[in-house]
C-alpha cells in the first residue's frame, strides 16, 4: 500500500444497493497507536519545522498523503 500507517478493508457489499459500491476502503493508523509510551531522549523537530508539521517529535508525525491525481496538463 502507501506505507505502514495505511489499512485497507472490504466492505460487504449488498446486491440491492443502488450507489456503485466501493470495494476497498482505506484509513490512516496515527503514530501514536505505535507508542505505548514516550522514550526518553526522544529526537525533536526544530521548533519552526515542529509549528508547521504540528508535532515536536519526528516518531508521531503522519503525512496524510493526498491520495487524489494532481489537477492540470
Keep these: 500500500m502507501y506505507?505502514?500507517?495505511w489499512r485497507e478493508w472490504k466492505p460487504y457489499v449488498s446486491p440491492?444497493?443502488?450507489?456503485?459500491p466501493i470495494r476497498i476502503k482505506r484509513y490512516v493508523v496515527p503514530p501514536?497507536?505505535?507508542i505505548p509510551f514516550q522514550p526518553m531522549?526522544?529526537?525533536q523537530f526544530p521548533l519552526d519545522e515542529a509549528l508547521r508539521r504540528?508535532?515536536?517529535w519526528p516518531a508521531l508525525y503522519s503525512s496524510y498523503p493526498s491520495r487524489?491525481?494532481?489537477?492540470g496538463g
Design 68 to 71: 487524489r491525481a494532481p489537477k
Design 41 to 43: 531522549n526522544l529526537p
Design 16 to 20: 440491492l444497493d443502488p450507489c456503485p
Design 54 to 56: 504540528g508535532t515536536l
Design 32 to 34: 501514536n497507536q505505535f
Design 3 to 5: 506505507d505502514n500507517q
